[in-house]
């Protein structure tokens, strides 16, 4: 009984020491202060900034909407003028002898018989037959420019067609990929030369073309006004497709190269800047767009002159220390 009574209390002691090593294990570990992390990115003091020639400028605020592309042709002046002008003539003939239709009918019937049978039938055969006439020549103005293109609307056709003969208005046939269009056509269709030097011009004046055998796909006809493009020119085409994503406008030359990819600056703080990786695949007009997921913000500052500088001295530290 006196070896058990010894055994327990040993073993009470035992727990005691264990519990006050824990206790002051706990209490030494809250105790130690927590370990700052060093702030990312490149930390200039504003001499530094002086002195590196670092320059900024406010991200300016943009859209970007993905697009489809086609390719096209501009009409020649020929092929609009001839269709037109048989066209015209189609009807004027038709007009013509409509009228002299009735003319026959009203002195054959209403007169008494002024005119004979045979030259009023003769008067009816012959609108039968030019009306045949005008119904063809719809039929090839509509497989050379779809239905209803907008000259045949409104009263327009003079001034269209006077726009397109002085050049003042282009009009483009543009095929897309089988698929690329929705039911319903865009409201805006943007050209640009092939291979050109990146100039736009968009149009809202939108309409289907027919199918063209030798080029499978979705074509469609499209009025642009006040471009320099020449006749028979070759253009590619964009529409937009899907929603406008919102973002920043990149300048291009505060874009540098680095490990493969391409890299801007961004002042996050008063004395450090943060690298940002984008894509360049989005151009705009002088540089680039990025999108809000990238971390860019509309105002934040962009290092536009010295973004090489922050780079080098960021994947080479040893760089700053010697400075």
Same mark, same amino acid.
């Given at each position: 009984? =006196?070896?058990?009574?010894?055994?327990?209390?040993?073993?009470?002691?035992?727990?005691?020491?264990?519990?006050?090593?824990?206790?002051?294990?706990?209490?030494?570990? @809250?105790? /130690?202060?927590?370990?700052?992390?060093?702030?990312?990115?490149?930390?200039?003091?504003?001499?530094?900034?002086?002195?590196?020639?670092?320059?900024?400028?406010?991200?300016?605020?943009?859209?970007?909407?993905?697009?489809?592309?086609?390719?096209?042709?501009?009409?020649?002046?020929?092929?609009?003028?001839?269709?037109?002008?048989?066209?015209?003539?189609?009807? +004027?003939?038709?007009?013509?002898?409509?009228?002299?239709?009735?003319?026959?009918?009203?002195?054959?019937?209403? /007169?008494?018989?002024?005119?004979?049978?045979?030259?009023?039938?003769? +008067?009816?055969?012959? @609108?039968?037959?030019?009306?045949?006439?005008?119904?063809?020549?719809?039929?090839?103005?509509?497989?050379? !420019?779809?239905?209803?293109?907008?000259?045949?609307?409104?009263?327009?056709?003079?001034?269209?067609?006077?726009?397109?003969?002085?050049?003042?208005?282009?009009?483009?046939?543009?095929?897309?990929?089988?698929?690329?269009? @929705?039911?319903?056509?865009?409201?805006?269709?943007?050209?640009?030369?092939?291979?050109?030097?990146?100039?736009?011009?968009?149009?809202?004046?939108?309409?289907?073309?027919? +199918?063209?055998?030798?080029?499978?796909?979705?074509?469609?006809?499209?009025?642009?006004?006040?471009?320099?493009?020449?006749?028979?020119? =070759?253009?590619?085409? !964009?529409?937009? +497709? $899907?929603?406008?994503?919102?973002?920043?406008?990149?300048?291009?030359?505060?874009?540098?190269?680095?490990?493969?990819?391409?890299?801007?600056?961004?002042?996050?703080?008063?004395?450090?800047?943060?690298?940002?990786?984008?894509?360049?695949?989005?151009?705009?007009?002088?540089?680039? !767009?990025?999108?809000?997921?990238?971390?860019?913000?509309? $105002?934040? @500052?962009?290092?536009?002159?010295?973004?090489?500088?922050?780079?080098?001295?960021?994947?080479?530290?040893?760089?700053?220390?010697?400075?």
């Amino acid at each position: 009984m =006196h070896d058990i009574r010894h055994s327990i209390a040993a073993l009470a002691v035992l727990l005691l020491l264990c519990a006050c090593g824990k206790s002051g294990d706990q209490g030494g570990a @809250a105790k /130690q202060p927590e370990k700052e992390e060093a702030a990312s990115g490149v930390t200039l003091s504003p001499e530094q900034v002086r002195s590196l020639g670092i320059t900024m400028v406010a991200a300016r605020p943009a859209q970007y909407r993905a697009e489809t592309s086609g390719y096209g042709t501009v009409v020649s002046l020929d092929t609009i003028a001839q269709a037109d002008s048989d066209l015209l003539a189609a009807l +004027a003939v038709a007009a013509q002898s409509r009228a002299a239709a009735k003319r026959a009918r009203y002195l054959f019937t209403d /007169q008494g018989g002024a005119v004979s049978r045979e030259s009023m039938e003769a +008067a009816v055969a012959k @609108a039968d037959a030019d009306e045949a006439q005008l119904t063809l020549a719809r039929r090839k103005a509509q497989a050379a !420019f779809g239905l209803n293109p907008p000259w045949e609307s409104g009263g327009r056709r003079a001034a269209i067609m006077g726009r397109l003969s002085s050049g003042a208005l282009a009009l483009i046939r543009a095929t897309f990929p089988l698929g690329a269009l @929705a039911a319903d056509l865009p409201q805006t269709l943007s050209i640009t030369r092939l291979g050109g030097n990146g100039r736009r011009w968009t149009s809202n004046q939108i309409w289907r073309a027919p +199918a063209d055998p030798a080029f499978p796909g979705q074509g469609v006809f499209a009025l642009v006004a006040s471009s320099d493009l020449n006749q028979n020119e =070759h253009v590619t085409a !964009f529409v937009p +497709a $899907g929603a406008p994503q919102p973002g920043v406008e990149v300048p291009a030359g505060a874009v540098v190269y680095g490990e493969g990819e391409s890299w801007i600056y961004v002042r996050k703080e008063k004395d450090n800047f943060q690298r940002v990786r984008i894509d360049t695949t989005r151009a705009e007009a002088g540089g680039y !767009f990025v999108p809000q997921q990238a971390g860019v913000r509309a $105002g934040d @500052a962009i290092v536009t002159s010295g973004a090489g500088l922050l780079l080098a001295r960021e994947l080479n530290p040893s760089a700053e220390a010697e400075d």
